[in-house]
Every structure is written in C-alpha cells, then in structure tokens.
C-alpha cells in the first residue's frame, strides 16, 4: 500500500531520453537555425534541454507551453527520434504536379537554356515545361532555384595560398599574446562628387532620389587599420597612393602602438605594401609581422568589411563640394564608429574555407582541385549548409515522392545529396517515399522496399 501511494503521489514514471552524437549534433542546428520554421526550432530546444535532464515543467515554462504539450512532442521524439518532430501530414487537396514533372522542370533549369536566352525566367520556364508561373515559381522557391541571379568570383592561383590562409585565419581565431593584431589596406580614389540638384529627401511612400549626374572635384585616398581585438579604426586620408604614404602611415602606427606590444599586419599583395623603402622600415623594427594574403583574396582582410560599412553609410549617397568636405565626413564617421566599435566576429576555420573552395572547383569543369585538396589542406568532412533543408524538402513533398523524382534529383547535384540527406527528408514523417503505395516504418524497412534510395547517401 505504502508503495502504490508514493506512485500516486509522484506520478508516472517519465521514460528516460537518451541522445546520441549525431542526433545531439543534428539537434543543435536546428535550435540555432534563423530559417527553420519556428515550431521546429522550439521542439529542437525541447528535446535537447530534456536529454540535459531539465524537468517538462521547466521547458513549458521557457518556451510558454502547456506540460501536456511538452510531454507530447517528448514522446513524439522517443517512439520516431527526429522525424517525429515533424508535423503530421494534414488533410487537403491532392497535389496536381506530378514528382516527374517537378523533375523536368529542375532539370531543364539548371541544366539546358533557353532559345536566345542566358537564363530562364519563372514565366519562361512556366511556357517550355506547360505549367502555371505561380507553380514554377513555388519549385524555386522550394529548391532555392535563382536562376535570374548570379555572382562574381575569383580563384586565387597563389601557391602558398594553404600556408597563408591558415596564417591568416589561425591570428584571427587566436591572436597572440603581448600584441596587436591590425588589419591594414587602403581605399583609394574616393571622389568628392556633388549632385547637379538638390536631393530629393525621403518621405512616406518614396525613397530619398538623387540625381544620375555629378561634378566630380577630386580625390582622396583612406588608409585604415583596424584592430581585429577591439574593433576600433586609425585611419588617415592622404592626396595620393604611394609607397611614401603607406610609410607615413606605418609610422604613425609605430608611434601610436606602445612599445611593448608586438605588431601583426594583414596587408595585401599590392605593390605599394612591398616596395623596397617598406621592406627595410620594417626590417629594422622586428616588433613588426606583415602576413600577407593570397593573391585574389582580400576577403580575407577584415578591414575590407569596414570599408564596406564607410561606403555604404558615409560616403555613397553623400554630396561633397570639395575634398575637404569629404575628409571632413569620413573623420566624423570614424569618431562615431570607435566610441561604439565592436570587433567583427571571424567565424569561419581553415579546414571550412578548403572544403568550400574544393566544392567550388569541382563544379568548374577543367578546374584542378589540387590546390585546395582536403588531403593537402588537412581538412575534415564536415557537412555543409544545402538549400534542399528537411523544411523545404517536407514543406514541397509532405511525403508524397516518388523513387523516380528521388533518382532526378540525385542525378543533378549527387554530392549535394549526399551532404544534405535529401533521402532521408523526403521521407520525413511517418509516410515514407511513395511509388506505388505508402511505405511506413523505420529507415531500415524503408530501405528494404527501395534499396536503391541508399544510392544518394
């Protein structure tokens, strides 16, 4: 009796939920997704504060739910792991777009053009594949398919690019001790331009307008050296872009640093930086280190990012009458940004910036891998982000595909598959890939009945 009272009084016993790595590791991206849908990201942090052992009355009262929903979505993930944190399927319409269809269209997109056309339009697309715009429109919305977009890039051919990315990005991650870390370059040719007219100032409905033509009244060069610890900017704008005022400005660091403090500068490959003058200055003070980076790599000078910032809200839809003026507003801008710098956050590994690099040569054709090998490079297989996302994928399918739509797919981009587990997000949920019927069950059953969808993992 004594027994059966003390149940009562504690309740059922709650089931015990135990992670693993890679669920733990799954898990936590979606908790720190912004794209997700909310409802996921909050059973992602449920299921992780439980396996840390955090009482259900303790996650309702976090995430503003009901115990009763808390126990749900806990028993959800024990009986189905993470499929089970997904919605269940809801009753509608039938979809009316065949998987095979769905197939065609992405495959005539990325691979093939059209007629007298770099690149195919949604309504374009719509007319060759006989199907509405709004439709097509969804496909690529879904698949992340931007067909009307493109980007600029730029390989670096320097043969010592491996060394110097990781010199670079390892005084980022960790910086010495007893020294300052300064990124350095230059913005040269910054034109004072005054408008023709007045600007038209914003107001409710429209957006500020400025004139197309300008009077161009000369030039200034900024030099700039952000400290990568702090955040803060010693910057100084000279008339011309030379080796003697890139020495001025290192002296003017030298005298600005304290003695006792070692100097690291991230400069570029220009010449300026490697004149024969420069060389010797430096020579004669060995507190200072100059990393430079890879040929076609500026991206990987943190103070490029700051002279985005002083472009994008100081100086291109500013009006100068003179180049005075304009040094004027650049010194007030810097002002302002060092009484409330923050250093900019370098999230990105040696070994991450390989692997991306490695995938982007291997979508060129004719282009060598070589360079950028994991095997040179020592970098590790790590899972990169995909736009086929479990969300869209199940969000598109709702468990409905077919093998044939899951074999087109793969066909396109199989390392992207592999990478983003499409095989296993289309058959999220408890409805399982369909080709002439429901398959339910585990992945195990689910492999049984189409063997050859383990092809894309």
């Given at each position: 009796?004594?027994?059966?009272?003390?149940?009562?009084?504690?309740?059922r016993?709650?089931?015990?939920?135990?992670?693993?790595?890679?669920?733990?590791?799954e898990?936590?991206g979606?908790?720190?997704?912004r794209?997700?849908?909310?409802a996921?990201?909050?059973?992602?942090k449920?299921?992780?504060?439980?396996?840390?052992?955090?009482?259900?009355?303790?996650?309702?009262?976090?995430?503003?739910?009901?115990?009763?929903?808390v126990?749900?979505?806990?028993q959800?993930?024990?009986?189905?792991r993470?499929?089970?944190?997904?919605?269940?399927?809801?009753?509608g319409?039938?979809?009316?777009i065949s998987?095979?269809?769905?197939a065609?269209?992405?495959?005539?997109?990325?691979?093939t053009?059209?007629?007298?056309a770099t690149h195919?339009?949604?309504?374009?697309a719509?007319?060759?594949?006989?199907?509405?715009?709004?439709?097509?429109?969804?496909?690529?919305?879904?698949f992340a398919?931007?067909?009307h977009?493109?980007?600029?890039?730029k390989?670096?051919n320097?043969?010592f690019?491996?060394?110097?990315?990781r010199?670079i990005?390892?005084l980022?991650?960790n910086?010495?001790?007893?020294?300052i870390?300064l990124?350095?370059?230059?913005?040269?040719?910054?034109?004072a331009?005054?408008?023709?007219?007045?600007?038209l100032?914003?107001?409710?409905?429209?957006?500020?307008?400025?004139?197309?033509d300008?009077?161009?009244?000369?030039?200034?060069?900024?030099?700039?050296?952000?400290?990568?610890?702090?955040?803060?900017?010693?910057t100084e704008?000279?008339?011309?872009?030379?080796?003697?005022?890139?020495?001025?400005?290192?002296?003017?660091?030298?005298?600005a640093v304290p003695?006792?403090?070692?100097?690291?500068?991230?400069v570029?490959?220009?010449?300026?930086?490697?004149?024969?003058?420069?060389?010797?200055?430096?020579?004669?003070?060995?507190?200072f280190?100059?990393?430079?980076?890879?040929?076609?790599?500026?991206w990987?000078?943190q103070v490029?990012?700051?002279?985005?910032l002083?472009?994008?809200?100081a100086?291109?839809?500013?009006?100068?009458?003179?180049?005075r003026?304009?040094?004027r507003?650049?010194?007030?801008f810097v002002?302002?940004?060092?009484?409330q710098s923050?250093?900019?956050?370098?999230?990105?590994t040696?070994?991450?910036?390989?692997?991306?690099?490695?995938?982007?040569?291997?979508c060129?054709?004719?282009?060598?891998?070589?360079?950028y090998?994991?095997?040179?490079?020592?970098?590790?297989?790590?899972?990169?982000?995909?736009p086929?996302?479990?969300?869209?994928?199940?969000?598109?399918?709702q468990?409905?595909c077919?093998?044939?739509?899951?074999s087109?797919?793969?066909a396109l981009?199989?390392?992207?598959?592999?990478?983003?587990?499409?095989?296993?997000?289309?058959?999220?949920?408890?409805?399982r890939?369909?080709?002439?019927?429901?398959?339910?069950?585990?992945?195990g059953?689910?492999?049984?009945a189409f063997?050859e969808?383990?092809?894309v993992?």
């Amino acid at each position: 009796m004594r027994g059966i009272f003390l149940d009562m009084l504690l309740g059922r016993p709650k089931p015990t939920l135990e992670l693993s790595v890679e669920e733990r590791e799954e898990l936590s991206g979606f908790a720190a997704s912004r794209s997700l849908p909310h409802a996921l990201v909050s059973r992602a942090k449920l299921v992780l504060w439980s396996g840390d052992g955090v009482s259900n009355s303790e996650i309702a009262e976090r995430l503003d739910w009901s115990k009763a929903t808390v126990g749900k979505w806990r028993q959800r993930f024990i009986e189905h792991r993470i499929q089970g944190l997904y919605d269940e399927l809801r009753p509608g319409r039938p979809r009316t777009i065949s998987d095979e269809k769905v197939a065609t269209l992405l495959r005539r997109t990325i691979k093939t053009k059209p007629p007298g056309a770099t690149h195919w339009s949604v309504r374009q697309a719509a007319e060759a594949n006989r199907l509405s715009k709004s439709t097509v429109h969804r496909v690529f919305q879904t698949f992340a398919l931007q067909p009307h977009r493109s980007k600029t890039f730029k390989l670096s051919n320097d043969p010592f690019f491996v060394e110097k990315v990781r010199d670079i990005v390892g005084l980022y991650l960790n910086p010495p001790d007893h020294a300052i870390v300064l990124a350095v370059d230059e913005k040269s040719q910054i034109q004072a331009l005054s408008r023709t007219q007045p600007v038209l100032p914003m107001g409710l409905g429209y957006v500020e307008g400025v004139t197309h033509d300008y009077v161009r009244h000369g030039t200034t060069t900024l030099f700039a050296a952000l400290d990568i610890a702090t955040g803060t900017v010693f910057t100084e704008c000279k008339p011309r872009h030379r080796h003697q005022e890139f020495l001025a400005f290192l002296k003017r660091i030298d005298s600005a640093v304290p003695a006792h403090l070692d100097v690291h500068l991230v400069v570029d490959n220009y010449a300026t930086h490697k004149h024969g003058k420069v060389r010797a200055w430096l020579a004669q003070r060995p507190r200072f280190q100059v990393h430079y980076t890879p040929t076609y790599s500026s991206w990987l000078n943190q103070v490029e990012r700051w002279f985005g910032l002083i472009t994008q809200q100081a100086i291109r839809r500013g009006s100068f009458r003179s180049v005075r003026e304009l040094i004027r507003r650049i010194e007030e801008f810097v002002q302002h940004y060092n009484r409330q710098s923050r250093p900019f956050v370098w999230t990105a590994t040696a070994d991450s910036i390989f692997q991306k690099l490695t995938r982007l040569c291997s979508c060129i054709s004719g282009t060598s891998t070589s360079s950028y090998s994991p095997k040179r490079s020592g970098a590790y297989a790590r899972p990169g982000r995909t736009p086929w996302s479990y969300a869209r994928i199940a969000s598109w399918s709702q468990g409905h595909c077919s093998m044939a739509f899951c074999s087109a797919i793969s066909a396109l981009q199989p390392e992207k598959i592999r990478r983003s587990g499409i095989s296993r997000a289309l058959g999220i949920c408890k409805n399982r890939i369909v080709k002439e019927g429901k398959v339910t069950g585990s992945n195990g059953k689910y492999y049984q009945a189409f063997p050859e969808a383990q092809t894309v993992h």
